[in-house]
């Protein structure tokens, strides 16, 4: 985001140490499934705050009850100081939500998108283009104001509709897979624009399938699963708490990788992650001599190492060993608890 142009801070100023979201026991089930079991979260205002979880773990149904989306069934949240049953309008007077996917008209300019929100909010009509402009050059579209969004690229795309989102400043900016479909440059411009609406005070609480995304930016993560939190911490804390001893191999045939993993397993007793690319594989070893003696039982077997590191486990690592769960099958969680 362009610095010279900063987006206001339209939300009620609070003590440093007030909390933007406070939930306790937080439920809601669908039938026999409880989706959202017994949640408890606090996200202190202005910090970028991650939710990851496997398929089905949750988060899209925690994201829609403090949305006031959906009702909970038990448990109690504040959402900017306001209560989320008995004080719903409040709620979503001081939030903002944006999804997966652009809810732009593409037949309109970017600044005549942004112009048409504003007056629904209630802006007069020099307000509304100042406040769309004003929005095009925080967020580097005032080029590109008077062109149809659907000649937008993908990053484009994703920028104004997340500035959509901010017509009149959230005090919680709700993001759900903000860079999912965008190329690694795209994808780092959105980053830079989520950390500076955080500096605004701005509180972010999003919810990723890319787990460097969730390292990068976010000051705690949250992780999910069938309904229960199960972690939190920073990214930091998370790793330590699962250890430091983790091998990583990558093999010269992928034919092998059966085998390799099978013979890791079985002197390790740990379940071995695979790379979803490659013939890669990780595991927690423990010690650096027992890491050497596997890599030894490796070559006596016959199967061939291109190459190999000892070291802290990444945070798809951290995931995988407190849910028993890839990475990459969260993808499509969200999809199905929307559809619940």
């Given at each position: 985001?362009?610095?010279?142009?900063?987006?206001?801070?339209?939300?009620?100023?609070?003590?440093?140490?007030?909390?933007?979201?406070?939930?306790?026991?937080?439920?809601?089930?669908?039938?026999?499934v409880?989706?959202?079991?017994?949640?408890?979260?606090?996200?202190?205002?202005g910090?970028?705050?991650?939710i990851?979880?496997?398929?089905?773990?949750?988060?899209?149904?925690l994201?829609?009850?403090?949305?006031?989306?959906?009702?909970?069934?038990?448990?109690?949240a504040?959402?900017?100081?306001h209560?989320?049953i008995?004080e719903?309008?409040?709620?979503?007077?001081?939030i903002?939500?944006?999804?997966?996917f652009?809810s732009?008209?593409?037949?309109l300019?970017a600044?005549e998108?942004?112009?048409l929100?504003?007056?629904?909010?209630?802006f007069?009509g020099?307000?509304?283009?100042?406040?769309?402009?004003?929005?095009?050059?925080?967020?580097?579209?005032a080029?590109?104001?008077?062109?149809?969004?659907?000649?937008?690229?993908?990053?484009?795309?994703?920028?104004?509709?997340?500035?959509?989102?901010?017509?009149?400043?959230?005090?919680?900016?709700?993001?759900d897979e903000p860079?999912?479909?965008?190329?690694p440059?795209?994808?780092?411009?959105?980053?830079?624009?989520?950390?500076?609406?955080?500096?605004?005070?701005?509180?972010?609480?999003?919810?990723?399938?890319?787990?460097?995304?969730?390292?990068q930016?976010?000051?705690?993560?949250?992780v999910?699963d069938?309904?229960?939190?199960i972690?939190?911490?920073?990214s930091?804390?998370?790793?330590a708490e699962?250890?430091?001893?983790f091998?990583?191999v990558?093999?010269?045939e992928?034919?092998?990788?059966?085998?390799a993993?099978?013979l890791l397993?079985?002197?390790?007793?740990?379940?071995?992650?695979r790379?979803?690319?490659?013939?890669?594989l990780?595991?927690m070893?423990?010690?650096a001599?027992q890491?050497?003696?596997?890599?030894?039982?490796?070559?006596?077997?016959?199967?061939?190492i291109?190459?190999?590191?000892?070291?802290?486990?990444?945070?798809?690592?951290?995931?995988?060993?407190?849910?028993?769960?890839p990475?990459?099958?969260?993808e499509?969680?969200e999809?199905?608890?929307?559809?619940?």
């Amino acid at each position: 985001m362009n610095q010279s142009a900063p987006i206001e801070d339209v939300s009620t100023a609070k003590p440093n140490g007030f909390l933007a979201i406070s939930a306790r026991g937080l439920k809601r089930h669908f039938g026999a499934v409880r989706a959202v079991d017994g949640i408890d979260l606090d996200v202190p205002r202005g910090m970028i705050f991650a939710i990851l979880g496997p398929n089905g773990a949750g988060k899209t149904t925690l994201i829609r009850m403090l949305a006031t989306l959906l009702r909970p069934d038990g448990g109690s949240a504040r959402v900017m100081g306001h209560d989320l049953i008995a004080e719903p309008q409040a709620v979503r007077g001081s939030i903002a939500m944006t999804g997966q996917f652009a809810s732009l008209d593409e037949d309109l300019t970017a600044r005549e998108n942004l112009i048409l929100l504003a007056r629904l909010w209630g802006f007069r009509g020099r307000e509304a283009k100042a406040r769309a402009d004003e929005l095009l050059d925080a967020f580097e579209l005032a080029d590109a104001a008077r062109r149809q969004v659907k000649n937008f690229s993908g990053g484009m795309r994703r920028r104004l509709d997340i500035a959509a989102s901010l017509i009149v400043t959230p005090g919680v900016l709700f993001l759900d897979e903000p860079t999912t479909g965008l190329d690694p440059k795209a994808r780092q411009g959105v980053w830079r624009m989520i950390r500076d609406l955080a500096k605004t005070g701005v509180t972010v609480l999003l919810t990723t399938q890319y787990l460097e995304e969730a390292d990068q930016l976010a000051a705690r993560i949250a992780v999910i699963d069938q309904g229960r939190k199960i972690a939190e911490g920073t990214s930091r804390e998370l790793k330590a708490e699962i250890g430091s001893g983790f091998l990583h191999v990558a093999l010269a045939e992928a034919s092998e990788i059966d085998r390799a993993a099978t013979l890791l397993e079985e002197r390790f007793g740990n379940t071995v992650q695979r790379s979803a690319e490659g013939a890669q594989l990780s595991v927690m070893a423990g010690t650096a001599r027992q890491a050497n003696e596997a890599l030894s039982a490796l070559m006596a077997a016959g199967i061939e190492i291109s190459d190999f590191s000892m070291g802290s486990p990444s945070l798809d690592e951290v995931f995988f060993a407190l849910t028993g769960t890839p990475a990459d099958s969260a993808e499509q969680g969200e999809q199905k608890e929307a559809a619940q």
